[in-house]
């Protein structure tokens, strides 16, 4: 990633590299900095004047998704053998 000049090093998705601390970035009004140890960030600050927001959403991990699909998947399963449509053969009339 590059902002002013300034090359942070990284990956393509967004994953830094494990150089220890990275180059700050200043830019109208704002500061950011974070410093990296392994592929995790460790330590990160941002900061703003003139009334600037920043905002990071949550990414839920794969796992998360798992779980989350096996969740829906068992309440589908339920709900359909409560009806009586799962699990039957079809009757020949």
Known sequence: ???SGRTI????????????PLQPLAYAGTQFSA?????????????ATGGA???AAPVPE????AMMFAGI??????????????GQL???V
């Open 35 to 47: 410093t990296a140890a392994g592929y995790s960030i460790t330590n990160f600050s941002y900061s």
């Open 73 to 86: 998947t068992l309440l589908g399963a339920m709900a359909a053998r409560r009806r009586g449509q799962f």
């Open 62 to 65: 794969p796992s998360t998704w």
């Open 9 to 20: 090093p990284g990956s393509r998705r967004g994953r830094i590299a494990p150089v220890g």
């Open 1 to 3: 990633m590059r902002e």
């Open 53 to 55: 927001v920043f905002t």
């Open 90 to 92: 079809p009757r020949a």
